[in-house]
């Protein structure tokens, strides 16, 4: 069964940066697509970035500019990070990591729903 654990947020002031990291346990042994997404209060959950541990190019959400970059785990590592820089108060949001299902490449139109393992999350607030 695989577990995610995300951990990096805080609070920021506004141009600053984080760098989150999900931590994966379990099943690591396996491919996954994982992704990430964040939900402000009051909104809907939107997605962020995602990349395959097995390679290949990281897909972003189209309102991504360059500010963000996700990373896949490699030679052994068992974590995957997103690295935010000039952060805006609206990038203040609960950031959540997340694992796609087994033999899924992040391939398509990689909603929500394509994911079925999710960290709790972690906060980010941008002020």
């Known amino acids: 069964h695989v577990q995610l654990v995300e951990s990096g947020g805080g609070s920021v002031q506004a141009g600053g940066s984080l760098r989150l990291s999900c931590e994966l346990s379990?099943?690591?042994?396996?491919?996954?697509?994982l992704g990430w997404f964040r939900q402000a209060p009051g909104k809907e959950r939107e997605r962020v970035a995602a990349?395959?541990?097995?390679?290949?190019?990281?897909?972003y959400a189209a309102f991504m500019s360059d500010r963000f970059t996700i990373s896949a785990p490699h030679n052994g590592e068992s974590a995957t990070f997103l690295q935010m820089t000039n952060l805006t108060p609206d990038d203040t949001a609960l950031y959540t990591c997340?694992?796609?299902?087994?033999?899924?490449?992040?391939?398509?139109?990689?909603?929500?729903?394509?994911?079925?393992?999710w960290g709790r999350g972690t906060q980010v607030t941008v002020s």
């Open positions: 379990g099943n690591t042994y396996s491919r996954h697509c």
């Open positions: 990349v395959y541990t097995g390679g290949g190019t990281p897909r």
């Open positions: 997340a694992a796609g299902k087994l033999g899924w490449t992040c391939a398509g139109d990689w909603k929500a729903s394509d994911f079925e393992h």
